[in-house]
C-alpha cells in the first residue's frame, strides 16, 4: 500500500501498481499546464503511480505534459508508465512508440498496449499487418517491459484478443456497475482474463460521457458508490479521470478509505441501474461510434462523423 493507496498485482508480470490509475485523456484536458503537473505530481505524492496515456490523446499534448512532469526530480521513477499505441502495422507502431518515449520524456515504457481494439477485424490487423512483430521488437530492445490491448466496444473482441497465440501481460476493457447488465465484460471477459493471468485494467468507470459522466448525470449516482463497485470487481487498477486538484484529493480518499462491497452491497447497487442498464442508452461507447476515437475512424474508412 503506497500511502495508503492500496496496491495490486498486475497479472503475470508480479508487479505490484496503484488500484487508482491517473486517466491520460484527462490530464491532457486541463487547460494550464503548470496546473496539469501540479496535479500528476501531487497524485505521486499521495500514491496513485500508475499513469495512463496514449499516443493520440490531445494529439500528442497528452503525452508531452506528462512527460514534462516525470522529468522533475526522478519522478518518471516512482510511476508504472503506460501509454498505447494506434497503429496496426510495424513501421507505424514503431513510429508511435517512438513518439510516445520523445514526447513522454523516457527511454522505456513500463507498459504499451494497442489501443481501442473496437472493429472486428482489429485482432487480426495486429498479428497479421506487423504490429505485434513491432511490440515484441520493441520488448526485446528494453523500450517496453509488458505488452497489452484495449477497448471498449464489445466483449467479442476482447475474446478474439485472448484468443490469439500470445500472452498478454494486460487488457483494459469498461468496469462500470452498468456493465453487468449489457454486453459485460465483467461476465465474459474478465474471468478469461483472470484464468490466463492478464492483468485486467478497469475504465468509464462513471459509464463516459464530461465532465461528469452519465453515471452522475443521468442516473444521481456519486462518483464514490461507482468507483467503489469498480475496485470491488477482480481488477488490478482502475482508470480515474482527473481534471483539477479536488478530484484529485477526492479520488485518493477514496483509495485510502476502500473496503470491498459485499455480495449483497454489489447487487443492491447493480438493482439500482437494472431498469436503464440493459439497452447500452448510457454505455454509448459501446452502443454507438461516439467514442471511436478519429484516428481510429480513419483506420478503418470511417467518417468522423459517422
Not at 516525470?70 to 508508465?81: N, T, Y
Not at 483472470?194 to 468507470?205: A, P, Y
Not at 479520488?251 to 485510502?256: F, S, T, V
Request: net charge neutral; proline share 4%.
Amino acid at each position: 500500500m503506497a500511502n495508503g493507496i492500496p496496491t495490486r498485482v498486475l497479472g503475470r508480470t508480479g508487479v505490484s501498481v496503484s488500484a487508482l490509475c491517473l486517466g491520460g485523456w484527462h490530464i491532457g484536458a486541463v487547460k494550464e499546464e503548470p496546473e496539469a503537473i501540479r496535479i500528476m505530481h501531487a497524485a505521486i505524492d499521495g500514491g496513485m503511480t500508475f499513469f495512463d496515456n496514449a499516443w493520440d490523446y490531445h494529439d500528442g499534448h497528452s503525452e508531452e505534459v506528462m512527460g514534462k512532469a516525470l522529468s522533475v526530480d526522478g519522478k518518471r521513477k516512482q510511476v508504472f508508465l503506460m501509454t498505447k499505441n494506434c497503429e496496426r502495422d510495424y513501421a507505424g507502431s514503431m513510429k508511435c512508440l517512438d513518439d510516445s518515449l520523445r514526447r513522454l520524456k523516457t527511454d522505456h515504457l513500463d507498459l504499451w498496449q494497442f489501443h481501442e481494439c473496437v472493429y472486428d477485424n482489429d485482432p487480426d490487423w495486429i498479428f497479421e499487418k506487423g504490429g505485434m512483430k513491432a511490440a515484441l521488437e520493441a520488448k526485446k530492445a528494453g523500450k517496453v517491459r509488458f505488452i497489452g490491448f484495449t477497448g471498449h466496444k464489445d466483449p467479442r473482441i476482447h475474446l478474439k484478443m485472448l484468443s490469439k497465440p500470445f500472452d498478454w501481460d494486460s487488457a483494459q476493457m469498461p468496469n462500470n456497475v452498468l456493465d453487468a447488465f449489457y454486453r459485460s465484460f465483467q461476465k465474459e471477459v474478465m474471468p478469461k482474463c483472470l484464468e490466463r493471468h492478464v492483468g485486467i485494467i478497469g475504465m468509464k468507470g462513471l459509464a463516459g460521457g464530461h465532465p461528469e459522466g452519465r453515471l452522475i448525470s443521468h442516473m444521481g449516482l456519486t462518483a464514490e458508490q461507482c468507483y467503489r463497485y469498480c475496485l470491488s470487481q477482480p481488477v488490478t487498477t482502475q482508470v480515474v479521470g482527473v481534471t483539477s486538484m479536488a478530484q484529485l484529493e477526492a479520488d485518493l480518499k477514496l483509495g485510502r478509505e476502500f473496503k470491498p462491497m459485499t455480495t449483497a452491497e454489489l447487487r443492491a447497487f447493480e438493482a439500482k441501474v437494472k431498469d436503464e442498464a440493459g439497452d447500452g442508452r448510457h454505455e454509448l461507447f459501446k452502443s454507438t461510434k461516439v467514442f471511436d476515437g478519429p484516428h481510429h475512424r480513419r483506420q478503418h474508412g470511417f467518417a468522423e462523423g459517422d
